[in-house]
């Protein structure tokens, strides 16, 4: 797949306007928001989840509960802010009580976040947690074998890390994300970005 193809027909605003009212899945119609995706659209790097929780249902913002609180910290402890990347889902409408999205929902919904790469053209992409990083990186990625590592997605500079949700309900597994985190702020600096 080639994620990151540019279309010079496309633009934010018809992207937000064909994927504001989408309802290609069953998640549309629970969903109280669709949440889009926010942040720097000229981004270098680009945060991928895997999908909006109650409170980012809620507020129709990716990342505004306590994950994204931490996330926040978590981008502080390398010198970025939200204003600096660009962070989106894998699916754009809730699953009920939080579950994984299902594969047939991923697909629905994929086409909107390759869009927005497409778009963004970010020079590292960073998967929070298992289930974006298997759809990009390879569908039997270990998130607990593989995080910190670096891949090659259509010849940008990628890498997944816990979920920040993981990481409240595991914080045995923050030092290994603090590394991870040194290990991107390295490739930060050392593609000048
Ligand atoms: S999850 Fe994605 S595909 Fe499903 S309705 Fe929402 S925007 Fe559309």
Known sequence: ??????????TWEK???????????????????????VGNEQADVMFVGEGPGEQEDLQGEPFVGPA???????LELIDLDRSQVYIANIVKCRPPRN?????????????WLTRQIALVQPKILVFLGRIAAQVFIKPDFRI?????????????????????????????KRPETF???????????DLHV
């Open 99 to 111: 579950r994984d999205p299902l594969p047939d929902e991923q697909s629905a919904c994929i086409g």
């Open 179 to 189: 590394v991870d985190l040194k290990t991107l702020q390295r490739e930060i600096k």
């Open 15 to 37: 992207l937000r306007a064909d994927c504001g009212r989408c309802m290609n899945c069953q998640l549309g119609r629970t969903r109280h928001n669709l949440v889009f995706g």
């Open 1 to 10: 797949m080639d994620f990151f193809k540019e279309n010079e027909n496309d």
């Open 144 to 172: 607990t074998r593989e995080h910190g590592q670096w891949f090659d997605v259509d010849g940008r500079r990628a890498m997944a890390m816990y979920h920040p949700s993981a990481l409240l309900r595991d914080p045995s």
């Open 68 to 74: 994204g609180k931490l996330l926040d910290t978590m």
